[in-house]
């Protein structure tokens, strides 16, 4: 079976300092794994993918993740935070093709002036 | 293009009673799944439809939970009879029928709550 986990419901940062955000996943099959953003009162948004190419993805919105098997992460990361960063982001693990999403339960990234 | 759409926004309705969501995916999009979030936990993937035929619905809570996509277009799900447990946010995503091109597009949910 697969899971994510993230750590830290709530990561607080300030505008411009650095975004970090944590998933650990397990799979017994080489995973897909994804990032999802959630504003308020919109839908889940694609922020960037792995699938088995390139070990660093680079998505939307200056959003860059890493996929490193060793230590089967896939933090989320962002050099520069802005205000309009703050909103929910899930990390996911599928089995590729057209399997179900398997969610983190959230983290919810606060950002202050 | 018009994106995932979902009826209502929110529902609000006493425990016993009935609920029907609607989900209208992207036109086009073969895959329809649905999935839920209880308060304060991870999102659940509840089934998957390809066109009309249920893939996979090892989700599905109980047999309070009816989904169906007559037509292989839009999808419902109903809750008969409600019961506080099922209070949530209901999603539902549509994705391609190329795996290659397997991204799963969200609506923005359904609130439901039970009393």
């Known amino acids: 079976a697969q899971s994510v986990t993230q750590l830290g419901s709530h990561v607080s940062v300030s505008e411009g300092a650095l975004v970090l955000l944590r998933c650990n996943y397990s799979?017994?099959?080489?995973?897909?794994l994804f990032w999802y953003v959630q504003y308020p009162n919109q839908g889940l948004q694609l922020l960037l993918k792995y699938t088995s190419a390139a070990t660093l993805v680079k998505g939307i919105n200056g959003f860059e993740a890493e996929f490193k098997k060793s230590e089967t992460s896939f933090h989320l990361t962002k050099p520069s935070a802005h205000m309009s960063d703050a909103a929910e982001y899930f990390c996911?693990?599928?089995?590729?093709?057209?399997?179900?999403?398997?969610f983190g339960t959230g983290t919810r990234l606060l950002v202050s002036p | 293009e018009a994106g995932v759409t979902q009826f209502p926004s929110h529902s609000v309705i006493e425990k016993g009673q009935t609920v029907t969501l609607r989900c209208d995916p992207i036109s086009g999009h073969d895959n329809l799944y649905w999935y839920r979030r209880v308060m304060g936990k991870e999102i659940k993937f509840l089934l998957h439809f390809v066109k009309e035929s249920k893939q996979d619905e090892s989700g599905m809570p109980n047999n309070r939970f009816l989904a169906e996509r007559t037509g292989g277009t839009y999808s419902t799900l109903k809750v008969q009879p409600a019961e506080l447990e099922d209070s949530g946010v209901y999603f539902c995503a549509s994705s391609q029928a190329e795996a290659a091109k397997n991204i799963q597009y969200f609506g923005a949910g359904t609130r439901l709550s039970v009393l």
């Open positions: 799979s017994s099959v080489p995973p897909y």
């Open positions: 996911a693990v599928s089995e590729g093709g057209f399997q179900k999403l398997v």
